[in-house]
C-alpha cells in the first residue's frame, strides 16, 4: 500500500471537546485490572464515586481523535499498524468530572526501510475547557508495518535508558482474560482487540491487550513497588517491545534512579513485552 506522507503530515485534526465523569474513570480503573482485590482500600480509591481519586493514565484515553489513520487518503495499511510507544507527561491531578478540549498534530513520519514499515509520532494537548490549564501533553508513536521504503527520512536511534545492573524491585501483574474487552471501553475501538479474525489476518494467534492497557498498568504496578502514589505520576512512558495476550501475567523488573524516578522493563515468561521504562513522580 502506498502511503502519502504529505496528507498525514498536513493533516488538520481540529479540536476535539469530551465530557467525562466518574463513570469513565471508574471504568479506566476496572480495564488496567484494578478491583481483583474488592476489598484493597488502595484499588477502591479508584473505584469508589462518593470519593473518587483518578489515575493519572486515565488521562491518554481523552481527546483521542479517533480511527483517523483509516481514511484511504492516506494509505496506512491499518491491519498491521501497531501502536509502538507511549509517553506523557502529567502536569496535575485529573478531577473525577470535566470538560476537556485536545488538539492533536503530527509531529513527525520516518521510513524504518522496504518491508520494514514507517514509525509515525503523534502528539496531543489536553486541556480543561474553562479555565484552558493543561491536564496533560502526549506522545504516541505508531509503527506503521506495512508502509515502508517511502523514501522519508530515517527513523532516529535512541539509546537504552534502562541500566547496566540488576534491577532493584521485582514485582508481577496477572491480567484477566476479559482485559480488552473491557478496555476497549475506554475508547479503543480497533478490532484487533476484539474479532479473532482480524487478529489472525494481523498475524496474531488471537485479540491481543491493548498497548494502553498495559501502559496504564505499568503506572500503577510501578509505584506500588516503588511506595509511591501513584496519583502523583508526572511523567509515564515507555516501548511496547511484544504483544500482551489477555490474561498474560507481567513480571516488572524496576530499577530506581533517584528519589522521584524509576525504570522499568516488563516480561511475559522470558518474552519481553515493555521496555525502555521511565516514570517520574512529583515530590
Known amino acids: ?19 467525562y465523569d466518574a463513570r469513565d474513570a471508574i471504568l479506566y480503573a476496572l480495564g488496567i485490572g484494578l478491583g481483583v482485590d474488592p476489598c484493597d482500600p488502595q484499588q477502591l480509591a ?4 462518593r470519593a473518587l481519586s483518578v489515575l493519572p493514565s486515565f488521562a491518554v484515553t481523552l481527546g483521542s481523535p479517533g480511527m483517523w489513520m483509516t481514511r484511504p487518503e492516506f494509505g496506512i495499511d491499518v491491519v498491521r499498524l501497531v501502536h509502538a ?24 513520519l520516518s521510513d524504518r526501510g522496504e518491508g520494514k514499515g514507517a514509525v509515525l509520532v503523534l502528539e496531543r494537548q489536553i486541556r480543561d475547557s474553562n479555565s484552558g490549564a493543561t491536564w496533560c501533553r502526549l506522545h504516541q508513536t505508531l509503527l506503521l508495518r506495512g508502509n515502508g521504503g517511502f523514501g522519508g527520512p530515517a527513523a532516529p536511534m535512541q539509546p537504552s535508558v ?15 482474560p476479559r482485559a480488552a474487552l473491557i478496555y476497549r471501553l475506554s475508547g479503543d475501538w480497533n478490532p484487533l482487540h476484539l474479532d479473532p479474525a482480524i487478529a ?22 510501578v509505584s506500588h513497588a516503588a511506595k509511591r502514589d501513584v496519583t502523583a505520576i508526572s511523567e509515564l512512558g515507555c516501548r511496547f517491545s511484544g504483544i500482551v495476550l489477555p490474561g498474560d501475567t507481567l513480571d516488572f523488573h524496576i530499577w530506581s534512579q533517584d528519589p522521584d524516578a524509576a525504570n522499568f522493563q516488563a516480561y511475559v515468561g522470558d518474552r519481553k513485552v515493555i521496555d525502555q521504562g521511565v516514570i517520574r513522580w512529583r515530590s
Open 1 to 19: 500500500m502506498m502511503i502519502n506522507p504529505d496528507a498525514i503530515l498536513s493533516h488538520d485534526f481540529g479540536e476535539q471537546r469530551q465530557h
Open 46 to 49: 479508584f473505584l469508589d464515586e
Open 85 to 108: 510507544e507511549q509517553r506523557a507527561w502529567f502536569e496535575q491531578p485529573l478531577p473525577p468530572v470535566g470538560d476537556i478540549m485536545a488538539e492533536a498534530r503530527v509531529v513527525s
Open 162 to 176: 534502562i541500566p547496566d545492573r540488576p534491577p532493584e524491585m521485582l514485582s508481577s501483574f496477572a491480567t484477566s
Open 200 to 221: 489472525t489476518k494481523a498475524g496474531f494467534a488471537k485479540p491481543i491487550l491493548h498497548g494502553l492497557a498495559s501502559y496504564g498498568i505499568a503506572g500503577w504496578v
